[in-house]
Nanobody
Framework: QVQLVESGGGLVQAGGSLRLSCVVS????????MAWYRQAPGKQRELVAS???????NYADSVKGRFTISRGNAEKTVYLQMNSLKPEDTAVYYC?????????WGQGTQVTVSS
């Protein structure tokens, strides 16, 4: 049974930073592409950033230069370092991982940026 557990969300003032973590548990040996999505109230879920098994990254235009996605050495962890946060970054952030052709989602962690 594969599970994704996110942590690191919270309330921060505009201009501040947060670091999200996602740990993949279960009997897996490797992960494929790992990503972070977010969903703000009344909006569709959108891709924030992704990283392939080879370390190739992709970012939404709205977060380029402010957010950094990275993978842990054990291939079971993905991080999202968020700097210079803006009120429009407020959303529930979801971890997404592909493992051998199957897609898994975390339960989400709330990020709230106050102005």
């Amino acid at each position: 049974q594969v599970q994704l557990v996110e942590s690191g969300g919270g309330l921060v003032q505009a201009g501040g930073s947060l670091r999200l973590s996602c740990v993949v548990s279960g009997s897996i040996f490797t992960t494929d592409t790992m990503a972070w999505y977010r969903q703000a109230p009344g909006k569709q879920r959108e891709l924030v950033a992704s990283i392939t098994a080879d370390g190739i990254t992709n970012y939404a235009d709205s977060v380029k230069g402010r957010f950094t996605i990275s993978r842990g050495n054990a291939e079971k962890t993905v991080y999202l370092q968020m700097n210079s946060l803006k009120p429009e970054d407020t959303a529930v952030y979801y971890c997404n991982v592909w493992i051998v052709g199957f897609e898994y989602w975390g339960q989400g962690t709330q990020v709230t940026v106050s102005s």
